[in-house]
């Protein structure tokens, strides 16, 4: 993977932690710098390790289905980028009662459940030329930034934002898999 593609696809992956980040803003009196970076540092380091787990479980499987490994890349991110882009389209959440804080293991299960594609994702590029550290720490790092903009944001940009992201996430995740695949196919019909 390139550059590019290394960034576009780490942005993609924080983009569901970005929108919980906006409604974790916006259930906060007045968010505090010190409260975006501690919940940016908790959700980065969670999202930037599920890769890494993914990765790992793919390459248990890589063996089994290197014929179909571009396939298999491309269906993953597909169907994540589709299912981000439902959601990006779907009705906001009804409004809950604000918490008093953001307890350590609330931010942490929290981000366990948005780093899910991340984890999926991680499993896809074990089939492909990646290096997954380098992937790992880009996903980690973007989703340290969106995540601790979208704290401060949150209380002004309220889930609208949070919603758009989404969908622009998916979208980039649906390019990236549709490239594998084409890289893939042409260099086979060479």
Same mark, same amino acid.
């Given at each position: 993977?390139?550059?590019?593609?290394?960034?576009?696809?780490?942005?993609?992956?924080?983009?569901?932690? #970005?929108?919980?980040?906006? $409604?974790?803003?916006?259930?906060?009196?007045?968010? =505090?710098? *010190?409260?975006?970076?501690?919940? &940016?540092?908790?959700?980065?380091?969670?999202? %930037?390790?599920?890769?890494?787990?993914?990765?790992?479980?793919?390459?248990?499987?890589?063996?089994?289905?290197?014929?179909?490994? @571009?396939?298999?890349?491309? +269906?993953?991110?597909? !169907?994540?980028?589709?299912?981000?882009? *439902?959601? &990006?389209?779907? !009705?906001?959440? !009804?409004?809950?009662?604000?918490?008093?804080? @953001?307890? #350590?293991? *609330?931010?942490?299960?929290?981000?366990?459940?948005?780093?899910?594609?991340?984890?999926?994702? $991680?499993? $896809?590029?074990? #089939?492909?030329?990646?290096?997954?550290?380098?992937?790992?720490?880009?996903? $980690?790092?973007?989703? #340290?930034?969106?995540?601790?903009?979208?704290?401060?944001? %949150?209380?002004?940009?309220? !889930?609208?934002?949070?919603? *758009?992201?989404?969908?622009?996430?998916?979208? +980039?995740?649906?390019?990236?898999?549709?490239?594998?695949?084409? =890289?893939?196919?042409?260099?086979?019909?060479?």
């Amino acid at each position: 993977m390139n550059l590019a593609a290394t960034a576009s696809l780490a942005f993609a992956m924080s983009t569901d932690a #970005f929108a919980a980040a906006v $409604g974790k803003g916006a259930a906060l009196q007045r968010p =505090q710098l *010190r409260e975006a970076l501690r919940t &940016g540092l908790i959700f980065g380091v969670i999202e %930037g390790l599920t890769p890494l787990l993914g990765w790992a479980l793919g390459q248990a499987a890589a063996p089994y289905v290197q014929a179909w490994d @571009h396939w298999i890349a491309f +269906v993953l991110l597909a !169907a994540l980028g589709l299912r981000m882009i *439902r959601e &990006g389209l779907s !009705a906001p959440d !009804a409004v809950e009662e604000k918490p008093s804080s @953001h307890s #350590f293991l *609330r931010l942490a299960v929290t981000s366990v459940a948005t780093s899910i594609d991340a984890l999926i994702v $991680g499993a $896809g590029l074990a #089939f492909v030329d990646a290096d997954i550290l380098v992937v790992s720490a880009a996903i $980690g790092f973007a989703t #340290f930034l969106m995540v601790t903009l979208g704290v401060m944001l %949150g209380r002004g940009l309220g !889930a609208l934002a949070g919603k *758009r992201a989404e969908l622009a996430g998916g979208v +980039v995740l649906i390019v990236i898999g549709s490239t594998i695949l084409y =890289q893939h196919l042409s260099a086979a019909a060479v």
